[in-house]
């Protein structure tokens, strides 16, 4: 039974942190977080999570592609199956990381919202994530 997405929601979170951590690739003053939220046309959400630890502004940026290039392909629209929002964003920003040079964040941001779609799948069929 194909799933219409009404609703999308990202929530950019960033803590301070006591003690700076250095990594290889910087220090890290905050632990950053992304999280959205697909919604059907029944009610039914299911909430994932978009990899945002660098750069230091990476939460803000996955964000905002959330609500400019991802939200439009989203709202309103039909999935059927399992891999169809993966495959069908996969394809449709395809030459926007292209063009942007941004292929990490762009993939980043499919993978949290596919990992959204697979817990609202999960939550209509009555199942864990781990089970569905």
Known sequence: MPVRLTHVTVLACRVPIERPVATSFGVMTSRPAVFVRLEDQDGTFG????????????????????????????????????????????????IRALQSGEWGPFRQVIAGLDT?????????????????
């Open 47 to 94: 909430w994932g999570e978009i990899f945002a630890n660098w750069p230091a502004a990476g939460a803000e940026h996955r964000a905002r592609l959330v609500v400019e290039d991802f939200a439009e392909l989203l709202i309103g629209q039909s999935f059927e199956g399992r891999r169809a929002l993966f495959e069908t964003l996969t394809a449709k920003t395809h």
């Open 116 to 132: 959204a779609y697979t817990d609202l799948l999960a939550r209509r069929a009555g199942a864990s994530v781990a089970r569905f």
